[in-house]
């Protein structure tokens, strides 16, 4: 018998969004995105979310430039939360957060993409 190889599920992703810095949502065309394998997190406000400090922490260990806010930081909160969803964005199109979502998930590398479903150039709200 042949090996069966798994479908890869694809999600699209058309903004980036932060409620306050070190917490970023992806959305698609319905808003939140809320399919597998994303872990949607409750602000205090209630706010979803679905990235956080400890998760940027842990993915910066495979990729050094989607880490935390650091209070030593030069720049400002509203500037490194633009900068994160550029990062977001860059790392989204190039196929790489793909790779970050199976670690930071702990998921079969093959079981999941993300593919930029927006703006070829987004103009990111803050």
Not at 70 to 83: F, Q, V
Not at 94 to 105: A, C, H, P, Q, V
Request: hydrophobic share 30%.
């Amino acid at each position: 018998m042949g090996r069966v190889n798994a479908v890869k599920k694809t999600i699209f992703v058309n903004d980036i969004s932060s409620i306050k810095h070190n917490h970023f949502t992806f959305k698609d065309d319905l808003g939140v995105i809320k399919a597998d394998p994303f872990v949607i997190k409750k602000a205090p406000d209630g706010s979803p979310y679905h990235f956080d400090k400890d998760d940027l922490e842990e993915m910066s260990k495979y990729e050094k430039d989607l880490a935390p806010h650091d209070e030593k930081d030069s720049l400002t909160k509203k500037e490194y939360t633009e900068k994160m969803k550029k990062e977001f964005y860059h790392h989204i199109r190039s196929g790489n957060m793909d790779e970050i979502l199976t670690r930071l998930y702990k998921l079969d590398p093959e079981s999941v993409q993300l593919k930029w479903g927006g703006p070829v150039e987004p103009k990111f709200k803050i």
